[in-house]
């Protein structure tokens, strides 16, 4: 058997070799993909605006197979979308989507909450991302809040002390940067959640797990309110 098994291999790289020409295009794709995607994630790019594929080759030196390539990673991954004869534009998250978000939240940073006594896992990475959402406020680059409580949530996730769920949610947190762009004011949606989420942490602190994860419930369904609430005031196009 073992010998059936290993019969052919060179033939095997003979194919692998025919696909060497794709290696460095694949490559320079993948990083196109990374450099918008930043882009958008921080702000740069907001929801609804068109990606224009000749200023993005210019602006990177590469082709627009190159630039193509790395637009269809960002639709697989939900951050822009294809409309015919227009384009591709920045994803605005529907009404929907924000209730998918925070329904997956609710579920998987509740239950770390409540499982925080079993996992015994350090809190010192909340500790230190409150401190920085902290110094942003001070400053008051609330935007800076916002990618910061991104992180906060993320570290809220991984109490869970699941590889699996860490993945998973990768996805939740892009989208939920999308949604945060979407609000007009970041001031005043973030200013009370960053109040609300030292509340969480001192509950949580303090060995309170079931009433951290309850004071989580309900900052989670306020903030989807309030989010809808600002989706009714903007002109999109849904």
């Known amino acids: 058997m073992t010998s059936a098994i290993s019969g052919g291999t060179g033939d095997s790289y003979e194919v692998l070799a025919s696909h060497r020409a794709h290696l460095g295009r694949a490559g320079l794709s993948s990083q196109v993909a990374d450099i ?10 907001r929801p ?18 190159t630039v ?16 015919l004869n227009r384009g591709v534009f920045v994803r605005i998250p529907l009404p929907e989507d924000v ?21 015994g896992l350090s809190l010192k990475p909340l500790l230190s991302l409150l401190e920085r959402a902290d110094e942003f406020a001070a400053q008051g680059d609330w935007t800076g809040v ?29 989208e939920l940067r999308l949604i945060f762009h979407v609000v007009a004011r ?43 609430a600002a989706y009714a005031e903007i002109d999109t196009d849904f």
């Open 36 to 45: 918008v995607r930043d882009r958008i994630l921080d702000g740069h790019f």
């Open 48 to 65: 609804g605006t068109r990606l224009s594929e000749p200023d993005i080759c210019a602006a990177l030196k590469v082709s627009r197979n």
């Open 68 to 83: 193509r390539e790395a637009f269809r990673t960002l639709m697989q991954e939900r951050l822009v979308a294809h409309e």
């Open 99 to 119: 209730a998918e978000v925070y329904k997956c939240r609710r579920v998987v940073e509740c239950t770390a909450l409540r499982e925080h006594p079993r996992t």
């Open 146 to 174: 916002g990618t910061v409580d991104v992180e906060f949530h993320r570290a809220i996730t991984a109490l869970n002390d699941s590889r699996l769920l860490d993945a998973m949610m990768a996805g939740v947190w892009n």
């Open 186 to 228: 970041p001031d005043v949606f973030h200013s009370p959640y960053l109040r609300r989420n030292h509340e969480v942490f001192e509950a949580l602190e303090r060995g309170e797990a079931t009433a951290a994860a309850d004071m989580l419930a309900d900052y989670l369904r306020d903030a989807q309110a309030q989010i809808l």
